[in-house]
């Protein structure tokens, strides 16, 4: 097995672990279990693989990724309880999740010809979407949903990837440095609160205004 294939299925288990804490959350069953960590371990990498026509998608392959969502969901269930802060835990395991798989979903959309910017989409896409999936299943509050940084680490980590990929990079060096970058912005969000500026919309005008500034005519 291969450093890279490795981290493909360190990514999996990852995110599954973080589908299975949330379903620890909400009390569910071991079938709940496995089904909410393969949901959001295999998630992002199928979207991925669509869009792109990887027929058939990664998992169909390769099923031993769904005994790896299937592990981490059995070793969450019999361990979940010993952890004081769960969603503390959930947070920062789908932080590692993310940044692994902003990188490798770019390296996936590369390796597959597409052009640079389809890369960045789908390692966001890889990196985004299984905890999507993951909360909208768990009736979790969405992380697209809060303001703190998290499409952004995974679009820093795809575009740090992509860039070092144009500049003829040692491919592991690229992964490991595009993993890093999305964990640092995805950690400092944790830790900091770092947040990008929000909209702010100006008040509508009044009808009195309309009518004042004679967008209104009056009969």
Not at 5 to 10: D, E, P, R, V
Request: proline residues 3%; hydrophobic residues 55%.
């Amino acid at each position: 097995m291969t450093i890279l294939t490795f981290l493909n299925y360190a990514g999996v288990f990852v995110f599954a672990a973080t589908g299975a804490l949330a379903a620890s959350r909400r009390q569910l069953d071991i079938v709940g279990f496995i089904f909410l960590a393969n949901v959001t371990g295999i998630g992002g990498g199928t979207i991925r693989d669509l869009i792109l026509g990887d027929d058939p998608v990664f998992w169909v392959r390769e099923p031993l990724y769904l005994v790896t969502g299937t592990a981490a969901a059995i070793l969450v269930y019999f361990t979940a309880h010993l952890v004081e802060s769960r969603y503390r835990v959930l947070l920062w395991l789908d932080a590692l999740g993310l940044s692994f798989y902003s990188a490798m979903g770019a390296a996936k959309g590369i390796d597959l010809g597409s052009d640079p910017m389809v890369a960045v989409v789908t390692g966001i896409f890889t990196a985004t979407l299984g905890g999507v999936l993951r909360d909208i299943i768990a009736g979790e509050p969405s992380v697209l949903l809060k303001r703190e940084i998290y499409v952004t680490a995974a679009l820093a980590g795809a575009c740090v990837y992509v860039a070092m990929h144009l500049a003829q990079i040692d491919m592991m060096i690229a992964v490991i440095c595009g993993s890093l970058a999305a964990f640092i912005v995805r950690g400092g969000a944790l830790i900091r609160g770092w947040k990008l500026p929000v909209y702010k919309p100006h008040p509508g005008r009044t009808e009195a205004e309309l009518k004042r500034d004679g967008v209104i005519r009056e009969d």
